[in-house]
């Protein structure tokens, strides 16, 4: 498709899928699961640690990082209970497409007993999406693990691809009928650094050996469950949504740079692809970050705009990271894309430069097919807890009321007209 240009209009593919992202754990509210075990551990911890973790300028924007009931998921956004509402929002923000993941807890809460009440409940969100002409991309694995597969040794258990196979079969079984889209696994190598190797500890034992048995478990589970989605579902299209970071050397004519780069390059964003490549049908973008490195491996300062997180916000990388995919010759998908802005001052041009660097990309023939903004709403962060703001809805707490901000209803205007006009 060739850019067509009428007074700076940016036109995107008359197929192309606008959306948003969610996860089950983050908005549902109402999980119990490993993650939710951990944050009853460490809340304490987390919010003791953010006062030397955190920059000045971020506790004193938001001071409920300094409190141990930000880190508890607790009810979340109640998605669970008022999905309805939120797909009316999503009907009425043009969107077409709505990313969300099935909760294996919820669907399998003792090893091999499946809960048909939850099942149900699933399949009625589906429907939901389906009356609205809403295209449902459903996500199998965001992070969390049940507490008995927790108890076994997580990802790590060798019996973890049958175990997740078999979980996954059940769901395409009630599933699939209505749903063409599936991702099996949502960033595996942050689940990988954070839990196993990085000074994080998310839920899981560090250690080498461990990890190595998470990256090993985790290809041959994707590799499983697609056989097993192709099986139950033909016509499904299978893929996963990887983080991938667009890396560059601090000075691009030191050998030392950019072999630095080039190990994380590989390390971060094509070692888990290139081993599950045969067993793809897409590939989900997550983009977020920009690192430039120098020897050994030290981050280099970026100076420019940030979001409350201190993430740099560098649109260009995500035209970077879809020139690294195109190799692959499938199809693209920006499975998650945003920045925590409480106060909506950035969102609206970061959506638009980020729209503008696909659109590059398209054009350059790189097969992008649709855009998941991360987050249709507000939601619990992790490790963060609540005061990291992603949606386009805006959520209170206490009244779990939603409202839309500025940046949602422009988000609205290009879903509606399919591109933009753009002013660079």
Not at 43 to 67: D, G, I
Not at 125 to 146: C, Q, S, W, Y
Request: glycine share 6%; net charge positive.
């Amino acid at each position: 498709m060739k850019k067509k240009k009428e007074n700076n209009f940016i036109f995107f593919p008359k197929d192309f899928f606008w959306g948003s992202a969610t996860s089950a754990y983050q908005v549902e509210g109402g999980n119990l699961n490993d993650w939710s075990q951990w944050e009853e551990k460490n809340a304490e911890k987390l919010a003791h640690s953010a006062k030397k973790y955190w920059k000045s300028w971020q506790r004193k924007k938001f001071p409920q990082m300094l409190y141990p009931d930000n880190y508890i998921c607790g009810q979340a956004c109640d998605h669970y209970h008022r999905y309805e509402e939120d797909f009316d929002w999503i009907k009425s923000l043009h969107q077409n497409a709505y990313r969300f993941s099935v909760e294996w807890s919820r669907v399998e809460p003792e090893e091999g007993k499946f809960n048909k009440r939850e099942l149900e409940h699933y399949r009625q969100m589906v429907m939901a999406l389906r009356d609205r002409g809403i295209e449902p991309f459903i996500t199998l694995k965001h992070f969390a693990n049940p507490l008995w597969l927790s108890k076994k040794g997580g990802i790590t258990n060798s019996d973890y691809p049958r175990l997740f196979t078999r979980y996954v079969q059940k769901v395409v079984q009630e599933l699939g009928e209505f749903c063409q889209y599936w991702i099996t696994i949502n960033e595996m190598m942050v689940i990988l650094y954070n839990a196993y190797l990085g000074k994080k500890n998310w839920p899981g034992e560090r250690g080498l050996i461990k990890a190595y048995k998470y990256f090993r478990m985790t290809v041959k589970a994707h590799n499983m469950a697609y056989e097993c989605i192709k099986k139950e579902c033909p016509r499904a299209q299978v893929g996963v949504a990887q983080l991938l970071n667009f890396w560059e050397p601090a000075n691009k004519n030191s050998f030392l740079d950019r072999l630095t780069t080039g190990a994380a390059r590989y390390f971060s964003n094509k070692k888990f692809i290139n081993a599950i490549k045969s067993k793809l049908d897409f590939i989900g973008v997550n983009y977020y970050f920009h690192h430039r490195l120098k020897f050994p491996y030290q981050q280099v300062k970026i100076e420019g705009k940030v979001s409350d997180l201190n993430w740099e916000i560098y649109p260009k990388g995500i035209y970077k990271v879809l020139q690294e995919v195109k190799k692959y010759n499938l199809p693209i998908y920006i499975t998650e894309n945003g920045l925590a802005d409480a106060k909506d001052k950035y969102r609206e041009v970061f959506i638009k430069d980020h729209l503008f660097w696909i659109n590059k990309a398209i054009q350059e023939k790189i097969p992008v097919k649709g855009y998941f903004h991360w987050s249709l709403m507000d939601n619990f962060e992790w490790d963060k807890g609540f005061w990291p703001r992603f949606g386009l809805l805006e959520i209170d707490y206490k009244t779990l009321a939603r409202k839309l901000r500025p940046s949602g209803k422009v988000y609205a205007d290009i879903c509606a007209t399919n591109g933009f006009k753009f002013d660079k």
